[in-house]
């Protein structure tokens, strides 16, 4: 094998999954080609997940975040942001706020506040387990408290403990 083959390969694989979701009717289906799709770092792929984020059904959607949250990307960041904030269903929502946790970009940091606002306890609780996530700071399950967290300035924020570093290794 040559030099570019994986690139090559990758890009081969991607365009085939994207010919098949243009033309699959069952959202099944769909969602399990985003969740394979997702494996090729193609642009093809980022413009796959853009589009299927419009699916109509749910499933689909939720694969969507799933996929972009494997991502660590400002990119993901945007369109975990914008399902979180523009999709009608709880569990998509519930998908893009974990999403925003596992890309494990500090960018997302500012996108989970919304979350700690709105009124499902469900939204609220990946919210901070997502906060959790990307910064390692431990205030249980007290949301007021990653409230205030994401208020203070960051300079001005509590680091994680040698205890909390500790906890995670085990």
Known sequence: AGPGTDLTVHEAKSTELARKIQTERDPLVRAQIIRTIEIYPTRLTSAVLHAATNDPEPAVRIACADAWGKRNTDEAVEHLSELFKKDESIDVRIAATKGLGTTKNQAAL???????EDKDPALQLV??????TLTGVDFGYDVNKYREYLKTPPSERPQQGLADKLRQLF
């Open 127 to 132: 919210a901070v387990e997502s906060l959790k």
């Open 110 to 116: 500012q996108h989970l506040a919304p979350a700690l």
